[in-house]
Every structure is written in structure tokens, then in C-alpha cells.
């Protein structure tokens, strides 16, 4: 047998083998690749339904807080309003002591007018 034919069987196969070796490579890399986009994907969702519960705590949260100064504010309002109407109350009476004492502030006034001009007459 030729050694150039021997050579050219040599090369053919090693070029077949190396071949092979990066068909298989490549088959590796792909399938890492697809095993970490599934990692990745999976850490995403992972991630998304950890915000999504974080959105629900604040909600939460912000609902009991908006409850609680509501509550707060109708307290406020409620106090608020007694207070103006005992107020307004008293200012009723005081406006209508202050009413009886100049009646009979006048009265007197008119009585000692009457005295003074039936001693005058």
C-alpha cells in the first residue's frame, strides 16, 4: 500500500474524529446552555412572584394605615363637632344672660326716668 494513500486514510480519520469531538462540544454547549436558560427562567419567575407578594404586603400594609387615619379622622371630626356644639351652646347662654342683664339694665334705666319725671312734675 501506498504511504500517501495510508496518510490520506490517516488525515480523513483524524479530521473525522476531530469532527466528531466538535459535534459533540457543540452538543454539550447547547445543552448547558438550554439547562441554564431554564435555571434563569426559572430564577426570573422565582423573583417576579417574590415582588408580586412584596406588592401585596405594601397594599396591605398602606390599606391598614389609610384604615387606621380614617379611623383617626372621624374620631377627630366627631370630638371636633361635640365641641362646637357645647360651644355653641354656651355662647347661647352667655348671649342670652348678657340679653336678661341689659333688659333689666333698661328696665331700671326706665323706671328711675319715670321716677325722675313724676318727682319733677
Known amino acids: 500500500m501506498p504511504l500517501g494513500l495510508v496518510m490520506l486514510g490517516l488525515l480523513v ?3 473525522a474524529s476531530f469532527l466528531a469531538f466538535i459535534v459533540y462540544l457543540q452538543g ?3 445543552l448547558e446552555a438550554r439547562r441554564h436558560s431554564k435555571e434563569i427562567r426559572s430564577a426570573r419567575e422565582l423573583a417576579d412572584q417574590a415582588e408580586a407578594s412584596r406588592f401585596n ?3 396591605t400594609y398602606l390599606e391598614s394605615v389609610a384604615n387606621l387615619q ?3 379622622c372621624d374620631a377627630a371630626v366627631a370630638s371636633l363637632l361635640e365641641r362646637i356644639d357645647r360651644l355653641d351652646g354656651d355662647m347661647r347662654v352667655a348671649v342670652e344672660e348678657s340679653g336678661n342683664s341689659l333688659a333689666s339694665c333698661i328696665g331700671e334705666l326706665e323706671d328711675r326716668l319715670e321716677k325722675g319725671s313724676s318727682t319733677a312734675s
Open 28 to 30: 454539550s454547549v447547547l
Open 70 to 72: 380614617k379611623t383617626q
Open 57 to 59: 404586603e405594601l397594599r
Open 13 to 15: 480519520f483524524v479530521t
